[in-house]
């Protein structure tokens, strides 16, 4: 069987296995549905149904936000680690995830009945630490990876110092908790607005990156290789670590900190498919969608409250990554 062939029976086992797990995700909660119950709930016109209202207003939401983020999240990682040039490269790198965390947690503190001020003052600092990396780079007047890498390292040392001053200030009995709970990442907060206000988004980012794909191959061998095939490396590089942080940004807004999702598929998906960029991109981001989908589903149906996403990440991966390192060292 031809790569492409096998190219192609694994989108569609993905795709599959996509379908069934969202269906799945839709029965389980703390509010239990049955199939009959949901198939009703579709059918039924009745707005007062708290059934339907469970599963319009509350679950379909943040079954498709989960899985977005996921994709997001490992389509960002990839990037990172093609343009970096570095396979330890993942969404926080550029200080993004730090200084979207630090802006809904200054939000938490200053504005704390106003979710939506929170949301903005995340997304708003996520975006400011992309130009403020690429800021300090002009200033030392060379656009390396190296003197990225390190910016981006400035970058979040001092929005992760920001966030211990926020901490410190907040109230121990309301505000730390809800900063610190937020902190660790949940997708409880997810409603159909926030869904309709961020898909664009995702979509718009998701797009570029997809079609600059082919041109990831070219910048992860060098500035060199780039220039030869008549691509601007410092161009190219701007856009889709742009990209790439917007995404991390709107991620971290909605859902909080989520690790380990931007530097494990990428490698996973690698195993699997190569170095070729042209199927790494849509295939992290398909896994990383199922990945943290199902994280998500772990994360609302055990235990006898919600278990933070960003804890159980960090447990799943991990173990994961360490797998992986070792097999690639013994192979």
């Known amino acids: 069987m031809n790569d492409k062939n096998r190219y192609g029976i694994l989108i569609i086992g993905l795709g599959i296995l996509i379908l069934i797990i969202?269906?799945?995700?839709?029965?389980?909660?703390?509010?239990?549905?049955?199939?009959?119950?949901?198939?009703?709930?579709?059918s039924s016109g009745d707005s007062e149904n708290i059934k339907k209202?469970?599963?319009?207003?509350?679950?379909?939401?943040?079954?498709?936000?989960?899985?977005?983020?996921?994709?997001?999240?490992?389509?960002?990682?990839t990037t990172y680690q093609a343009v970096l040039m570095n396979p330890l490269?993942?969404?926080?790198?550029?200080?993004?995830?730090?200084?979207?965390?630090?802006g809904a947690a200054a939000g938490i503190l200053l504005f704390?009945?106003?979710?939506?001020?929170?949301?903005?003052?995340?997304?708003?600092?996520?975006?400011?630490?992309?130009?403020?990396?690429?800021?300090?780079?002009?200033?030392?007047?060379?656009?390396?990876?190296?003197?990225?890498?390190?910016?981006?390292?400035?970058v979040g040392s001092v929005f992760m110092s920001m966030i211990a001053v926020v901490k410190y200030l907040a109230d121990t009995e309301d505000t730390l908790p809800a900063i610190t709970f937020w902190l660790m990442g949940s997708f409880s907060s997810?409603?159909?607005?926030q869904l309709i206000f961020t898909l664009p988004i995702f979509a718009i980012c998701f797009l570029i990156i997809y079609f600059l794909r082919w041109k990831l191959n070219i910048i992860s061998l060098g500035d060199e290789e780039a220039i030869v095939s008549k691509i601007d490396p410092g161009k190219l590089r701007f856009l889709v670590l742009t990209t790439a942080s917007v995404i991390v940004s709107l991620s971290v807004?909605?859902?909080?900190?989520?690790?380990?999702?931007?530097?494990?598929?990428?490698?996973?998906?690698?195993?699997?498919?190569?170095?070729?960029?042209?199927?790494?991109v849509p295939i992290?981001?398909?896994?990383?969608?199922?990945?943290?989908l199902l994280i998500d589903d772990i994360a609302r149906s055990i235990g006898f409250s919600e278990i933070p996403i960003g804890m159980l990440t960090a447990l799943i991966g991990a173990p994961i990554f360490m797998i992986l390192f070792i097999k690639g060292e013994n192979q």
């Open 22 to 42: 969202l269906v799945a995700s839709t029965f389980i909660g703390r509010y239990s549905l049955t199939f009959k119950e949901v198939i009703e709930s579709f």
């Open 284 to 292: 992290s981001g398909l896994i990383g969608g199922v990945f943290l």
């Open 190 to 193: 997810i409603n159909r607005e």
């Open 253 to 280: 807004t909605v859902a909080g900190v989520v690790g380990w999702v931007g530097l494990v598929i990428p490698h996973l998906a690698r195993t699997i498919v190569g170095y070729n960029h042209g199927k790494l």
């Open 89 to 102: 490269a993942s969404p926080d790198v550029l200080g993004t995830s730090s200084a979207a965390a630090f």
């Open 112 to 154: 704390p009945s106003s979710f939506i001020m929170t949301c903005l003052l995340s997304f708003l600092f996520g975006l400011l630490s992309i130009f403020m990396v690429f800021a300090i780079s002009k200033l030392k007047k060379n656009q390396e990876i190296i003197t990225i890498v390190l910016s981006g390292m400035i």
């Open 53 to 77: 209202a469970v599963l319009f207003d509350i679950r379909i939401p943040r079954i498709i936000m989960s899985f977005v983020v996921g994709i997001g999240l490992s389509v960002a990682g």
